[in-house]
């Protein structure tokens, strides 16, 4: 089976920089997915890795080490509107073509003024 | 673009009974899975409907059950209620041919009593 382990609350001011990180212990690993989610929302996709690296969208970055089952998300310049639970999510082969996601149990961000 | 649509938003029912919970994916998606959010924890996956087949599913019983339309649009069945099924449920869209993002619709928070 797939776990994942990320923390269950990270707090910071406004204009800090954040990173969550998630640990996952998975078989056949194809990527790791973030997604936001405000209280009473829908996630949304954040990012996704597939391969070794840092991904950049404008604020939000996403790294991935395959060799060590590792990857986080970094928020820069934190807005009060960055508040929210953000969740890792793995996709591995036992999801063949449907593509199914595990996700973590969420990170609880609370952004400071 | 309307994005994915669920219905009804909220829901209370009594253990023992039957709910539908309907979904419409994103204009352009054909493929559609459901999750079951509990309180604090991320989305665990029920089942994906493909051609209007299911073509995977997680580890639900067979309480659950589900249907897709020719028009890609989407129904999950929950039969005979458990205080234990109170939770957010979430639809998602892909396209089988697009990109590993699943878009999610806002929910629908069912209540058993």
């Known amino acids: 089976g797939q776990s994942l382990e990320q923390p269950s609350e990270v707090t910071a001011v406004e204009g800090a920089i954040v990173q969550i990180n998630c640990t996952y212990q998975?078989?056949?690993?194809?990527?790791l997915s973030w997604y936001q989610q405000h209280d009473g929302g829908a996630p949304t996709f954040l990012s996704y890795?597939?391969?070794?690296g840092l991904e950049e969208t404008g604020r939000f970055s996403s790294f991935l080490s395959r060799s060590d089952s590792y990857g986080y998300l970094l928020l820069q310049e934190l807005q009060m509107k960055d508040s929210a639970s953000y969740f890792c999510?793995?996709?591995?082969?036992?999801?063949?073509?449907?593509?199914?996601?595990?996700f973590g149990s969420g990170t609880q961000l609370t952004v400071l003024p | 673009d309307a994005g994915v649509t669920q219905s009804p938003t909220h829901l209370i029912k009594t253990r023992g009974q039957q709910v539908t919970l309907r979904c419409s994916p994103k204009?352009?998606?054909?493929?559609v899975s459901w999750y079951q959010q509990a309180l604090g924890q991320g989305p665990q996956f029920i089942f994906q409907?493909?051609?209007?087949?299911?073509?995977q599913r997680g580890n639900f019983p067979d309480r659950f059950s589900g249907h897709q339309f020719p028009n890609y649009s989407s129904e999950l069945n929950v039969n005979a209620l458990l205080l234990g099924d109170s939770a957010l449920y979430l639809c998602a869209s892909s396209s089988d041919r697009g990109r590993e993002t699943q878009y999610f619709g806002p929910g629908t928070r069912l209540l058993v009593l």
């Open positions: 890795n597939a391969l070794d």
């Open positions: 204009s352009g998606h054909d493929t």
């Open positions: 999510a793995v996709r591995d082969v036992s999801s063949g073509s449907a593509r199914q996601l595990t």
């Open positions: 998975t078989s056949g690993f194809y990527g």
């Open positions: 409907y493909y051609e209007e087949e299911e073509r």
